[in-house]
């Protein structure tokens, strides 16, 4: 998404290790136009497959699934991360690793809010190693319903996460794959 | 607003020490059609006081900040939840007690995003004790900038927070005013 990609090329900001900062636009302040772009073309690719809900996880995933959700007309539902002890009895859990903050979460969804017959598109902020996404995607197998895919804005397509997850089968589209970064700044995306 | 107060009543749950569940329509899952009419409702409010940015706090408050702001057509900034030991230098932060959890945050926010001249309008799910309201006033106060008031979806009214927050001269504007709530699930709205 040629739109995503010049913005990202303008306004991200490369630290060692294979950082991205987009908090200008995506996950800190919000560009609410710019995500309204691209819940269009989440959308426009997935608008035939019979989403009745999108599935996301807090927090910076949930601006973006609701501005898309407009476009399907279905509610959205977002995972609720917690490092509490206790999991209440009445929800799906999977530990989810974090390696922005070096800890490993439990994240829950409430079992009312995804049933078997639910078809459901994850939408989510970004794509790395895959762990949140595959917590998710655990989170609806857990239910039974059905994954129609995953919408994701950016992809670090240097690191397995989206190609491990294809591989099962899983339909993964993101809006803006990034084939390197150097720690001098430079981005390029894939072709 | 009544739809909002009729959505109360049909799908709310009430517990036991004044809790208000709506995690089927709000804070879990997202009625993203009804958070529209919610939207318009806030820029009704405040479409005349110059609003450049809208500020919330993650993780619920996002998704009605979020939609709100195609209204208005400006950015949202969400404030971040910390419970880390390190606040980094170029952020603005203020604790939070948060009563559901028992715990107390540093929530944080980037200079960068808050800067004097904004006129921000705060947007949250839900105002109680007022702990996260004033958690986020401090942050603009911190900031120099402008408080163009509050948009609150539903207010305990019976709860101190809204009122102390109005006697410092801070407009707040609840959608839903709840004046009390019995362990046996009746609701009743303020006139």
Redesign the interface.
């Known amino acids: 998404m040629q739109l995503l990609e010049e913005r990202i090329l303008k306004d991200g900001k490369v630290f060692p290790g294979n950082v991205l900062k987009v ?3 995506l996950n ?6 710019l ?2 772009e691209i819940g269009k073309e989440f959308y426009r690719l997935f608008k035939d497959c019979g989403v009745n809900k999108i599935f996301t996880i ?3 995933g ?2 973006i ?3 898309t ?2 476009y399907f ?6 995972a ?1 991360k917690t ?2 002890k206790n999991i209440a009895a009445d929800v799906y859990s999977t530990p989810i690793k974090s390696f922005t903050h070096g800890k490993t979460y439990d994240v829950i ?2 079992q ?2 995804l049933n078997k017959d639910d078809k459901i598109l994850i939408i989510d902020d970004f794509l790395a190693q895959g762990c949140a996404l595959n917590g998710l995607i655990e989170l609806i197998k857990s239910a039974g319903a059905e994954i129609v895919g995953a919408g994701i804005v950016i992809e670090k397509a240097f690191q397995q996460g989206g190609d491990l997850i294809r591989s099962e089968g899983i339909r993964v589209e993101s809006l803006a794959r990034i084939e390197s970064m150097t720690d001098d700044g430079k981005i390029t995306f894939c072709k």
Chains 1, 2 share one sequence.
């Open positions: 908090d200008s636009f800190h302040q919000v560009d609410v136009e995500i309204n807090e927090a910076s949930i601006g699934a609701c501005i959700a407009q007309h279905v509610p959205v539902v977002f609720k490092l509490g969804v409430s009312e809010f």
